[in-house]
């Protein structure tokens, strides 16, 4: 045995040479795993006397190795390292190595571990409960947060934490007392925790290389302090208490944003302040890059739908929160249009596994562009936390493309520089990497599975072109219950695509990690299937067959001409591209129910919304002070940007115009981060004198139709059925309110609120929201402007006719507002601060709906500004 394991190094004679006064350096030896495998099965007692183990974390077998190291229980230093192979370009390639087994937790001697060079994602719990570790090292692995119970590490005395991917700190790295040295340079910091500055022995803190704007003034506590590095970060103030550290001896400032400092830090005798602009004035490109502090800002009303720019700039601010910011002289024209609308599924065209996150922003003209860069902030709605997902902003020109995007927090906000006129919205999309390829070739790692590498040879191209890559993770339990089969596993899914329709000149070599408990030592190669798919026509094909698949330990390579999706299968099933594509379209698909709820003051006013599964209880939760109803419906799967629509049923009709309403249905669109929600007015031609009214609410998959098809009213069942859900709606006996409603409709004149550019509310308008206000008319009414004294004389004058108060009071408001400007926006900011946004909402697509109908008039009579131009360009051919 030993002539086996030893013949293998060469120079190596006696097994002492490996195992030697308790220590076990195996990570200078070729396949010195092979050796720590052998030595633990046949010299297992002196093996469990190791103090000292050092493993090569690039060789394949170390996976297996990590089930035997718990059990040297003696261990006080344990070295899993990566980087001791470099590519052809000198980089140090990543371990293996991305999580450890719970059982490390019994190595209770351990005081020195280092995992560097690896492709941790998280820290292992099991690691923060080695009570005696004294070491930690981490560098050059992909972490992107701690886990609180790293406070529970209070030996730690010194924590490598360099060139990951960290973006925030636990508050609870202030409990390591004992920590005398911390490298966190080369993260995504962007700040830190007050409570760093309770580390009371802490001698170095390096935290260069982040994203810090600021640091908090908790440091001037870290009193043992001699060397703080803060260089190459974004810093633009730092606090006066860091030169007041007695035992500070090296305060490395350089490289950063720093145009003034506090005296006592420039008269610090071992500060290095150089690369700051201190003392200069800031450049037009930093200028717009931050938010003006001293320019004109604008906020539009809610009616407002254009604004004017001066030559001097200015910040212009919309009701729902987004910001424009125009540098001085960016656009030659007086007046610019916009429009916050609505996404419109046949114009917003979302690729496979993006999430809508925000509403439409239009700027008109389109065509222009802009004389300097404009800054746009977006509001978004912000997504579950996602390491394989990013946020970006999308515009249209010719075809949608994403933005170079920078993305805030408190609030949330997604913003870019643009130089044209177009629309522009907000998305989640799955983390993409890309790359040049340049004529020597190179090489594309995913930052969310660092395993996932392509390959360019050289003269894989006769000109650079741009690549890029998409991986989306497949849980082997979710996918084992959509396939019903527990035997069946399969890769991540993997998207390659490029700039260039044309193939590659020579093979490009793909590799991919092995499905989940699948390895080259166990894998039988009829069930391997590696598939070819285009998701966009939904076909996925079993090339196996057609390329050379090689296989490592973890891994399985091919060679590829041009990109598509490929996705590894394990199974014994036979027409896997059938099982692939059903599979892939039930990822794409979220689950939801549908709420149908009444509001408790006012049955008569129906809330309507669909929700993904896992926000259910909590929406219901919200609502069940105002509204009641039935339990949600059962589970329905639907698309993002999927149409639906809700049709009244049985004696129920809707009782409003509005622009998203046909033949008395409502039309939806789903988007699983948005509201997809509506409250509507009903009404029933059935006598609800005597008794009340049972009818229901029916959702509906597709467009909006004029009429209800008779097959799908009958079709309620199976997976191609176009009916969804059905829901109870009571709308109990009705009460003595509005008996003489056409009475009072018939003794208010005629009344037009707006123009024609913004729309009109008429007398019947009026009516019609009168009929949806309740007793909180008073509090509509102060919000409205009336004044107090004005309210309590309606109120008794009318003291035995609630609809007649309510009418007078919207009527006394809209005679004293019929030529102020902006009343129409007064209206609906004051039906939202009275808690009725459904009031708001339906002024809104009032107001939309008559604008529309004004445009398209002009336009068929030749007025419109696009028909002149018409005109002109005709004038002149």
């Not at 129906?606 to 939760?621: A, D, M, N, R």
Request: aromatic share 8%; with cysteine.
């Amino acid at each position: 045995m030993a002539e086996l394991l030893f013949g293998e190094a060469g120079t190596i004679g006696t097994a002492d040479v490996y195992l030697a006064d308790n220590r076990l350096n195996l990570d200078v030896f070729p396949n010195g795993i092979s050796h720590f495998f052998v030595l633990y099965n046949t010299r297992r007692e002196e093996m469990q006397q190791v103090e000292f183990l050092r493993l090569n974390c690039n060789e394949e077998q170390i996976g297996p190795s990590l089930a035997i190291i718990p059990e040297l229980r003696r261990l006080k230093s344990l070295v899993l390292k990566g980087g001791h192979l470099k590519d052809e370009y000198g980089v140090c390639q990543r371990g293996l190595l991305a999580a450890l087994p719970v059982e490390f937790r019994h190595l209770q001697h351990l005081t020195h571990l280092d995992l560097s060079f690896n492709s941790f994602i998280s820290l292992p719990e099991c690691v923060t409960e080695l009570k005696e570790l004294t070491v930690l090292l981490l560098c050059h692995n992909q972490l992107a947060a701690l886990p609180n119970s790293i406070g529970k590490m209070v030996r730690l005395t010194f924590l490598s934490l360099m060139s990951n991917q960290l973006r925030e700190l636990p508050s609870s790295i202030g409990e390591l007392a004992a920590l005398q040295r911390a490298d966190l340079s080369e993260n995504e910091l962007e700040l830190l925790p007050a409570e760093i500055g309770n580390l009371p022995n802490c001698t170095l803190l390096d935290l260069s290389g982040n994203r810090l704007k600021t640091v908090p003034s908790s440091l001037g506590n870290l009193t043992s302090l001699g060397e703080l590095h803060l260089h190459s970060n974004q810093l633009v103030t730092v606090p006066a208490s860091l030169a007041r550290l007695p035992n500070l001896f090296r305060l490395d400032l350089q490289n950063n944003s720093l145009r003034s400092v506090p005296p006592e830090i420039q008269n610090f005798p071992f500060v290095h302040l150089k690369g700051n602009p201190i003392g200069e004035p800031e450049s037009p490109q930093e200028q717009v890059c931050a938010k003006p502090k001293e320019i004109q800002v604008r906020n539009l009303a809610s009616d407002a739908d254009s604004f004017t720019i001066t030559a001097e700039g200015c910040k212009v601010v919309l009701p729902c929160g987004i910001e424009i910011h125009f540098p001085p002289e960016a656009v030659s024209l007086d007046v610019i249009s916009c429009c916050v609308t609505s996404p419109d599924p046949q114009q917003v065209k979302l690729r496979h596994h993006d999430f809508l996150l925000s509403r439409v922003l239009e700027l008109l003209p389109h065509g222009i562009q802009f004389e300097k860069e404009v800054l746009i902030w977006m509001p978004y709605v912000p997504p579950q936390s996602d390491r394989r997902r990013e946020v970006v902003m999308r515009t249209f020109s010719e075809s949608w493309s994403d933005l170079d995007t920078k993305v805030f927090k408190s609030p949330y906000m997604a913003c870019c520089r643009v130089l044209h006129f177009s629309w522009f919205l907000v998305i989640s999309r799955l983390k993409e990497n890309k790359c040049t390829v340049p004529l020597e070739g190179t090489r594309l790692f995913s930052s969310v599975d660092p395993n996932v590498k392509v390959t360019f040879p050289p003269g894989a191209v006769n000109e650079s072109r741009s690549v890029k890559m998409q991986v989306l993770p497949v849980a082997a339990e979710e996918l084992r219950e959509l396939v019903d089969d527990q035997d069946t596993v399969a890769s991540l899914l993997l998207c390659l695509s490029q700039n260039s329709t044309d193939n590659f000149l020579k093979p490009v070599k793909v590799q991919l990690p092995l499905p989940p408990g699948v390895t080259g030592l166990n894998l039988d190669r009829s069930k391997l299937h590696l598939l070819h798919g285009d998701p966009e026509v939904q076909d996925w094909m079993d090339i196996t067959n057609q390329v050379v698949l090689e296989f490592t330990h973890l891994y399985a390579v091919f060679e590829v001409n041009h990109f598509s999706w490929y996705w590894l299968w394990y199974t014994t099933k036979t027409y896997v591209g059938g099982i692939a594509k059903k599979v892939y379209e039930r990822l794409r698909k979220w689950q939801v129910n549908f709420v149908a709820l009444q509001r408790k003051k006012d049955p008569e006013q129906i809330f309507l919304q669909c929700v993904p599964k896992h926000k259910v209880e909590s929406v219901c939760k919200r609502l069940e002070d105002r509204y009641r109803g039935p339990e949600p419906s059962d589970i329905v799967e639907m698309l993002e940007g999927e149409q639906f629509f809700a049709g009244f049923e049985k004696g129920i009709e809707i009782d409003s115009d509005r622009p998203d309403c046909v033949d008395g249905r409502i039309g939806f669109i789903f988007y699983s981060h948005l509201k997809n929600s509506k409250e509507v007015y009903v009404s029933t031609i059935a006598d609800r004198k005597t008794q009340a009214v049972k009818g229901q609410v029916s959702f509906y998959r597709g467009s909006l139709p004029e009429n209800i098809p008779k097959e799908a009213v009958k079709k309620r069942k199976g997976p191609d059925s176009m009916w969804l859900a059905t829901l109870p709606i009571k709308l109990p006996k009705q009460k003595s309110r509005l008996q003489n409603e056409s009475r009072m409709e018939s003794s208010y004149p005629p009344l037009n609120l707006g123009d024609e550019e913004t729309g009109y509310l008429t007398e019947a308008n009026l009516l019609s929201i009168a009929r949806r206000i309740g007793p909180e008319w008073r509090n509509i009414g102060i919000n409205l402007g009336l004044s107090y004294s004005q309210l309590e004389r309606i109120g008794y004058n009318n003291r035995d006719d609630l609809d007649k108060q309510i009418l007078e009071m919207l009527f006394t408001w809209a005679h004293n507002s019929t030529s102020v400007p902006g009343c129409i926006g007064q209206l609906i900011q004051a039906m939202k601060e009275s808690d009725r946004e459904d009031i708001a909402e339906e002024i809104h697509c009032i107001i939309e709906l008559g604008k529309k109908k004004y445009h398209e008039s002009i336009r068929r009579v030749g007025l419109s500004q696009e028909s002149s131009n018409e005109d002109s360009a005709i004038a002149m051919v």
